[in-house]
């Protein structure tokens, strides 16, 4: 009888270990499922990167005009005669205004303060004139250039003394019509 429960005890344990080994096999331990892989991007058409800005002003604008010619030039007292250091820029806005013949300007002729109304009215004109006279000279057609003067009514130059008076006695090139 000791043999029969010792059989009994080794057949129960080879019956225990058989029926471990097929329970792991009938059930095999769940692996992970692969991380999802990350869909690859569209194929997008090549554009390429935007030109760069220009910096400064738009050619043919206002703003080119006044940086790349200058719109005011100088006269010397009870004088209407163009100075060698305006010369250089009304030279730089006619070659500007050919550059740009649909563009128009207006000449306006401004004095200081000292003389009557009347006489600076007549000094101003006579100041635009010479402006838009220098400018025909140079190529810009006369039909393009209107003037005016303001005598003393629009000084740039609220101050007193020589510096100011100075600073009143311009002719401005305004641009009227054309300009970006």
């Known amino acids: 009888m000791l043999i029969t429960i010792q059989r009994a005890a080794r057949l129960a ?3 225990g270990v058989t029926l471990s080994i097929a329970a792991c096999a009938s059930h ?3 692996t992970p499922a692969p991380a999802p892989q990350p869909e690859p991007p569209a194929a997008q058409p090549y554009t390429p990167p935007p030109a ?8 043919g604008s206002v703003q080119d005009f006044v940086v ?3 719109d005011r030039v100088f006269f010397d007292f009870d004088a209407y005669g163009i100075r060698p250091d305006a010369a250089q820029s009304l030279a730089q806005q ?6 740009y013949p649909g563009v128009r300007v207006r000449v306006e ?18 100041r635009a004139n010479s402006v838009k006279e220098f400018l025909v000279a140079h190529g810009v057609s006369a039909a393009r250039i ?11 130059d609220g ?18 019509d054309g300009a970006k």
Not at 159 to 176: C, M, Q, S
Request: aromatic share 8%; charged share 25%.
């Open 52 to 59: 760069p800005q220009p910096t400064g002003p738009v050619p």
């Open 68 to 70: 790349s010619a200058g």
């Open 109 to 126: 002729g401004n004095c200081d303060e000292r003389g009557t109304v009347e006489y600076n009215f007549a000094l101003g004109a006579r």
């Open 159 to 176: 101050g007193e003394g020589e510096d100011a008076w100075a600073h009143n006695r311009n002719g401005h090139t305004t641009l009227t």
């Open 28 to 30: 095999p331990k769940p």
């Open 94 to 99: 006619a070659e500007w205004l050919k550059r």
């Open 13 to 15: 344990l080879i019956a």
């Open 146 to 156: 209107e003037t005016v003067s303001y005598g003393k009514a629009r000084p740039i």
